[in-house]
């Protein structure tokens, strides 16, 4: 086994978001803006909060939104009834939400197994 060599970054620009949506008292819609940048990639942290709320923000604003889940996390949850919800559940709904109608669902192609 081999370890991977460190990972250095070193973006041209930094965002710190407040909100739910990326896009709102960033800094970042005037700069893709200013960049005339119409295609966005969304990945992060909370799937169904932060993650899905900027996709729907970035759709209305007239952004192409692809929604990567694969590259989104979230976390196991309870609602008010006491049903739990898993965080593949999760991601499943938010898929459900999004795709065709605020973005493209991007999925990893699953290979197909060999009998």
């Known amino acids: 086994m081999k370890t991977l060599a460190a990972l250095s970054i070193a973006p041209d620009v930094k ?6 949506s990326a896009l709102i008292g960033s ?12 295609q966005l990639i969304v990945s992060g942290i909370r799937t169904e909060q932060c ?7 970035a ?8 929604f990567v889940s694969e590259a ?22 938010t898929e459900l939400v999004l795709d065709g ?10 290979s197909v197994g060999r009998g």
């Open 15 to 20: 965002f710190y978001k407040h909100r739910h």
């Open 27 to 38: 800094g970042l819609s005037v700069w893709l803006t200013e960049r005339g940048i119409q």
């Open 51 to 57: 993650c899905e709320t900027t996709t729907r923000h």
């Open 59 to 66: 759709s209305d604003c007239g952004y192409g939104v692809d």
């Open 72 to 93: 989104t996390l979230t976390f196991a949850m309870t609602d008010r009834t006491g049903r739990h919800w898993s965080a593949s559940e999760i991601k499943a709904r």
């Open 101 to 110: 109608r605020f973005a493209r669902v991007l999925r990893r192609k699953r």
